[in-house]
């Protein structure tokens, strides 16, 4: 289950980024999304789970793919210079970076006390994820829905013609 | 006999699973297929003609023209497939499937009958049994993906048309979930609890749409935008865009995308009694027991069918402006103000 | 001169959308009883193979060539109608007979050939107010449907059994024709 999970989730992921059509691009990022509600549901947190597609799957991928729509440009073109020397660097960097996040999640100390932990305790229902977020996360989230009210006004702000 | 099913032991609980997705599977095509023609006849019947009524079959047996659907799916499946060299390929393959799988996915979750105990299992009349703790969650993740239907079906006809009414009936569709979770959250609130089986539980006393009349309603509309029919039909509009996304799409692709229209009629209506009318339970009847309580639930089911097709014979389709404003400026509102004041009831210990 | 709309004032219950809203879901559910409620009989539709709406008097449908009450044709083959028809279907091919009997009809002439060519006949009328002998009919029917042009001209014995059904009458066929007269003329 994991496998077909995590297949899902990085052929997705793989798929957008050589997709050189914006709305496919989207689509795939939909499955990558899905794959991982996937994950989060092998992790025993359905609620989690829900939330990925609800959120992600539901509303952002949609909303991008509303714009890239909005915006008509489906194709993107294909670049005058091949530039090798650019394709190799950035591989190269992108393979170091996986590496060293790896070795930093590995070495991490996290990782060492979620293995001793027993696995897969229990479900992680909406109840219990509303009390953690108001008891131990209440600061945090005051601030984010301070953050996202603000970025509102902005928006509206921004789009409001001048009268 | 009761040997042998004592017999079977732990194997009870899968095969039940079996039955279950066949049963609902079977249970939901059949029923949204009848809904197609329960749509054509009522429509007729609401207009004052007849409708159809000329398909037989076994010499002169008609009833009332329900062989019509035998027609229509013998026509869809052999018809010629027509995909138009304009479009794109694959997603205009996936598109039928995508609008399909999400619309019968959704019914797994609604308990469609009680409970019961059968050689000392308890077996769960839902696909998915409860403690799952996903809940009513799931149902609105997956309506959310619906939107992936219509979206992909209208972006690979790559018709001027088709793409209009993807635009419409996406945004028609992400306007409309967001009241539509407000209402299903304030159900999760005054309940407090999000399991369609506790939910359903709760109301023995009560139904919910007594306890939250305004609630209903705000789901009720919402319900309609989420199955894109009328007054909501945006992504459709025959009088503006020819047929929507449905315009290049023929054969068994476009029954696919047709039918799932009526499946996802059948999964909301389902989840339209779980929430609001007591799911499989009947009224001043403390244990109806399996049998009864499905056809409980089987009859509200219907009911609520036929008020799709009712209400979509009645109102004509709104404007796309007025959409946009009954959406954000005035069910949205009612929502949030909906939500508040069971919480604060709640908070005051009223409720 | 622009017309000046006169706007209609909603009260707060229209404008709530919901009590209308109702009042036409009424309005459709007292159709839909209604209707569900009548008899096929008495419903405005008319389910049409099996019940057909009555024709006005007037109508003029397919042609008949009608006969004396000897079967034998009443028309003299004056080619009066062929001549009258605007559409210049109606085809005439004359025979004289010597053999004057009641069974083979009173007049010295008839015709071998009366063709009549459906697809283009416009149902005019004028072949039966040309028709000193009052021989051809227009009547009701209008069924006229076949699966090929050949079937579509209709012949002699053809334009003389169109309504032999409908009138109980006997069907003429060129055989009994034969049969009672072996002494015709070509």
């Not at chain 3, 099996?50 to 009443?74: A, T």
């Not at chain 3, 085809?91 to 063709?115: S, W, Y």
């Amino acid at each position: 289950m994991f496998l077909a999970f995590a297949l899902i989730t990085l052929g997705g992921a793989f798929a957008l980024l050589i997709q050189r059509n914006a709305v496919q691009a989207g689509l795939c990022m939909m499955l990558s999304f899905f794959g991982m509600a996937g994950l989060f549901l092998l992790l025993a947190n359905p609620v989690a789970a829900a939330l990925q597609i609800i959120v992600y799957s539901g509303a952002i991928t949609i909303l991008f793919l509303f714009v890239v729509m909005l915006l008509q440009s489906h194709r993107e073109e294909p670049s005058a210079h091949p530039r090798y020397i650019q394709k190799i660097l950035s591989a190269a960097l992108v393979i170091i970076l996986a590496l060293g996040a790896i070795k930093l999640v590995q070495s991490s100390k996290t990782l060492a006390d979620i293995q001793a932990a027993s696995p897969a305790s229990d479900l992680i229902t909406l109840e219990k994820l509303g009390e953690r977020l108001f008891t131990d996360h209440l600061v945090a989230l005051e601030a984010i829905g301070l953050l996202l009210l603000s970025a509102m006004i902005a928006a509206v702000v921004l789009i409001k013609k001048e009268a | 006999m009761s040997d042998f099913f004592t017999s079977l032991g732990v194997y009870i609980p899968i095969i039940w699973m079996l039955v279950k997705i066949l049963a609902v599977f079977v249970g939901v095509m059949s029923l949204s297929a009848v809904l197609t023609w329960a749509e054509r006849k009522g429509a007729a019947l609401i207009q004052d003609r007849i409708g159809p009524n000329r398909a037989k079959i076994i010499g002169n047996i008609r009833l009332f023209g329900i062989f019509h659907l035998m027609g229509d799916g013998f026509k869809l499946i052999f018809k010629e497939d027509l995909v138009p060299l304009h479009v794109t390929r694959g997603l205009f393959w996936i598109a039928p499937l995508l609008a399909f799988v999400p619309a019968m996915m959704g019914f797994a979750i609604v308990p469609f009958g009680q409970s019961f105990e059968w050689h000392g299992h308890v077996l769960h009349m839902s696909v998915i049994d409860p403690g799952n703790g996903m809940g009513m969650l799931y149902p609105m993740a997956i309506a959310s993906l619906a939107v992936y239907g219509i979206l992909t079906a209208s972006w690979a006809s790559n018709n001027k048309w088709s793409m209009l009414s993807g635009m419409r009936g996406t945004a028609n569709m992400i306007s409309y979930e967001i009241s539509f979770s407000l209402a299903v959250i304030a159900i999760f609130l005054q309940m407090g609890a999000y399991d369609p089986h506790e939910i359903i539980a709760a109301q023995s006393s009560m139904w919910n749409v007594v306890r939250q009349p305004l609630g209903f309603l705000l789901f009720f509309v919402c319900a309609f935008a989420e199955t894109n029919r009328l007054p909501f039909d945006f992504a459709e509009g025959e009088s503006e865009i020819v047929a929507g996304f449905l315009t290049e799409f023929s054969g068994m692709k476009l029954g696919f995308l047709w039918l799932s229209e009526y499946v996802h009629m059948v999964t909301v209506s389902a989840l339209m009694v779980t929430l609001y009318f007591g799911g499989w339970q009947i009224p001043f009847v403390a244990n109806p027991g399996p049998l009864l309580s499905f056809i409980a639930f089987a009859l509200k089911l219907l009911f609520f069918c036929w008020m799709f097709i009712w209400v979509r014979w009645t109102l004509p389709r709104f404007r796309y402006d007025q959409l946009m404003f009954i959406g954000w400026k005035i069910l949205l509102p009612i929502g949030f103000a909906n939500l508040l004041f069971y919480a604060w009831l709640i908070n005051k210990g009223v409720v | 001169m622009g017309v000046v709309v006169k706007k209609v004032d909603l009260t707060w219950l229209d404008r709530t959308y919901l009590w209308p809203v109702a009042k036409g879901l009424f309005i459709t559910l007292k159709h839909f009883l209604r209707q569900i409620l009548t008899t096929t009989k008495k419903r405005q539709t008319v389910q049409y193979p099996e019940m057909k709406r009555p024709v006005s008097d007037g109508y003029r449908g397919l042609h008949e060539l009608k006969r004396h009450e000897d079967n034998s044709i009443k028309c003299v083959a004056c080619f009066m109608c062929a001549e009258a028809c605007p559409a210049r279907c109606i085809t005439i091919d004359a025979e004289e007979f010597g053999d004057l009997n009641t069974l083979q009809g009173i007049a010295e002439k008839r015709p071998v050939l009366f063709q009549i060519d459906m697809l283009r006949c416009i149902f005019c009328g004028m072949c039966q107010e040309a028709c000193p002998k009052d021989a051809i009919w227009l009547r009701k029917n209008y069924e006229l449907s076949c699966k090929s042009r050949d079937e579509m001209q209709l012949g002699k014995f053809d334009l003389m059994n169109t309504y032999a059904e409908e009138d109980g009458s006997e069907r003429v066929v060129p055989e009994s024709m034969f049969k009672t007269s072996n002494n015709q003329l070509s």
